[in-house]
């Protein structure tokens, strides 16, 4: 049996070497000490991932009792000492997908997003898990996505496989055209249009006014993020005080500012 150091002799497999230095170990190890043996040894050269302490934290369950993991093992995991730490390491080894695992492993699917994940059915979850994997979102836009698609189930009173069967949104993940920045933007665009309408519709209507004032360039005004906050912002760029008083006398001669505001409020 190979305690420890099996992919390197996969490795010199594939360079053709049939030789390898090894140490024979001990008659009568127990699968404890064997286990820790291959815990030990790579702990000394590298971090684990978090798919390989699932996998550590859930073998030892077997052997060793919770209280003695807590103790001695998570600290030495790099992982705080508590049940619901432990619990959700173990889940990750024995619920969820190899190729969710891989993703984990691999830094390409975040922690968070695993967490939200697992709160999810194994259809759910794994329905969440080809939008995520299908446009590489970033860790932000996992945890963003995920959110919106799981409000948008309550809302629409579907299932998340059923949200997720939408001919606008297939076709946004399967558009040859678009590169993935562009599909990750365009997604979170249609959830959100799904998951608040009103909110979506009154971001049209407030760009189309400001495209209306005719505002001189190099001159922007936004709203807040799902206009959740009580002022509008003006952003000036300029190369000097006198193109910053040129800008704003510029500004100041608009009539058409009079008429600006957040897009629910009755005009007078």
Not at 12 to 34: A, F, N, V, W
Not at 71 to 76: A, G, I, S
Request: glycine share 4%.
């Amino acid at each position: 049996m190979i305690i420890s150091g099996y992919k390197r002799i996969l490795a010199h497999q594939e360079m053709g070497l049939h030789k390898i230095d090894s140490r024979i170990m001990p008659e009568g190890l127990t699968l404890l000490e064997c286990l820790c043996t291959n815990l030990y040894e790579n702990l000394t050269v590298r971090e684990l991932n978090p798919v390989e302490r699932g996998m550590v934290l859930s073998r030892l369950q077997s052997w060793v009792p919770q209280d003695d993991i807590l103790v001695q093992y998570m600290p030495l995991l790099g992982l705080p000492s508590h049940k619901q730490t432990l619990a959700l390491y173990q889940k990750i080894e024995q619920d969820l997908d190899d190729a969710v695992k891989e993703s984990l492993a691999g830094g390409r699917l975040s922690m968070q997003a695993v967490k939200m994940l697992m709160d999810q059915d194994p259809a759910s979850r794994w329905a969440l898990f080809g939008v995520i994997s299908g446009i590489n979102l970033n860790m932000n836009q996992q945890t963003q996505v995920i959110d919106d698609i799981i409000d948008i189930s309550y809302i629409e009173r579907k299932s998340i496989p059923q949200v997720l069967t939408n001919h606008a949104l297939e076709n946004i993940i399967s558009d040859p055209h678009m590169n993935n920045p562009h599909k990750a933007k365009t997604v979170l665009d249609h959830l959100r249009g799904r998951r608040s309408p009103t909110v979506q519709k009154a971001e049209r209507v407030f760009k189309s006014k400001v495209a209306s004032l005719d505002l001189p360039k190099n001159v922007q005004i936004s709203a807040p993020p799902y206009f959740e906050g009580p002022h509008l912002k003006l952003t000036i760029w300029f190369n000097n005080g006198k193109q910053l008083k040129d800008k704003i006398r510029q500004i100041s001669k608009l009539n058409t500012l009079d008429a600006l505001d957040f897009p629910w409020k009755v005009e007078p």
